[in-house]
């Protein structure tokens, strides 16, 4: 059976208590060492991954700024084209009004020039018949009846030349 004595438990003591001196001097002291490698290599890679993180962060700040400024450099330019256009427009539209204007006097000059024209023609015409009313006036004997009758056939004659 198993008995049980001080002297037992006392060496059981002993060795536990060497094995615990051994245990502590050299494995724990190596496992210890892992551990705090691990520890650190754990530290190492997250302070990385959070400058990491930390630098793509910025760096997507940066573009977003890029873009903004390429979208506010975007309208900027749609608006100077618009801009440019619209002033192209005014000015043809202004080109063509002064062309119309252009022709319009020109038309109302060739307009009165031919009004002139016709003027003086109708005047040629006028005096010639009023000379050849006169010499035939002249040429005839007067009577009231005979003038009279001139009379008639000139404003026949002037009215047939002016229609």
Do not use: P, W
């Amino acid at each position: 059976m198993l008995t049980t004595s001080i002297v037992n438990i006392a060496c059981t003591i002993f060795n536990l208590l060497i094995l615990y001196v051994l245990f502590r001097k050299f494995l724990f002291g190596r496992v210890d060492k892992v551990l705090m490698q691990r520890r650190e290599e754990v530290d190492t890679a997250t302070k990385t991954a959070d400058e990491a993180t930390k630098s793509a962060i910025a760096t997507k700040r940066e573009y977003e700024k890029k873009i903004e400024m390429a979208d506010e450099e975007k309208e900027q330019i749609l608006a100077d084209i618009k801009k440019q256009g619209y002033d192209e427009y005014e000015k043809i539209i202004s080109e063509a009004k002064k062309k119309g204007e252009q022709i319009i006097v020109e038309a109302r000059h060739n307009a009165e020039v031919e009004n002139e024209r016709a003027k003086e023609a109708y005047a040629a015409q006028l005096t010639d018949m009023v000379v050849d009313a006169a010499s035939k006036i002249a040429a005839t004997k007067h009577s009231k009846e005979d003038d009279m009758e001139l009379y008639e056939k000139f404003i026949s004659e002037a009215g047939a030349n002016n229609e």
